[in-house]
């Protein structure tokens, strides 16, 4: 089948969103990303603020849907929204055509055999470099804000998967950005969904 919806899951600084719209952009189709945000806030009542402090990155969000669920023993606000982003990431899925940039997307649509879904690394040195370059990330050590980061998301994506985040079986695609380049990187997916058209049709 060919793919119509690509994930792209990322480390932190790896330019993952920045290959997500420009793959979108050469595909002609959406990209989602804090789009699904402004959606889960339309749809909470919820402060778009708010909603990103219990986001894939947050302290508050990684642990606070553990502890404040065995606190008061029933759904939480973290939960509301992760059930919400839920909604809204397998309705896009079966509406059009798409490229879906983190939220877990990858792990809730893993058995649609329409999507190809790619994890986007590079080691922390160019990572590093690039936070300051490109986000003028200089109010801490750029290694240590990103070790930081990771944890939050991997735990974050632990603790509402039953997967591992990064790990290679868990995607169809793993690619480093800093030794193919973000371009090549495009290039690549793009020539995956190319081919998967092709071959239905060839089908």
Same mark, same amino acid.
């Given at each position: 089948m060919a793919y119509r919806i690509i994930t792209?899951?990322?480390q932190f600084g790896s330019a993952g969103r920045t290959i997500g719209r420009m793959l979108a952009a050469e595909l002609g189709i959406k990209c989602y990303d804090r789009e699904i945000i402004e959606e889960v806030a339309q749809r909470s009542g919820l402060a778009k603020e708010y909603i990103e402090s219990r986001g894939e990155y947050s302290v508050q969000g990684t642990f606070g849907a553990v #502890?404040?669920?065995g606190y008061y023993g029933g759904l939480t606000n973290e939960d509301r929204i992760w059930q919400i982003q839920c909604d809204i990431i397998r309705? #896009?899925?079966e509406e059009e055509s798409c490229v879906i940039v983190g939220r877990c997307s990858d792990? #809730? #649509?893993k058995d649609r055999p329409d999507v190809l879904r790619v994890f986007v690394h590079a080691p922390i040195e160019w990572r590093a470099k690039r936070?300051?370059?490109v986000y003028g990330e200089t109010e801490e050590e750029p290694e240590k804000r990103l070790k930081e980061k990771d944890k939050h998301r991997a735990a974050y994506y632990?603790?509402?998967t039953d997967m591992?985040?990064?790990d290679a079986r868990n995607y169809d695609l793993c690619l480093n950005s800093a030794s193919l380049g973000i371009d090549s990187c495009v290039s690549i997916i793009r020539q995956l969904v190319k081919q998967s058209g092709e071959t239905?049709?060839?089908?």
């Open positions: 792209i899951s990322r #502890l404040n669920r309705e #896009l899925a792990y #809730l #649509l936070i300051v370059n632990n603790i509402y591992k985040f990064g239905e049709e060839q089908g």
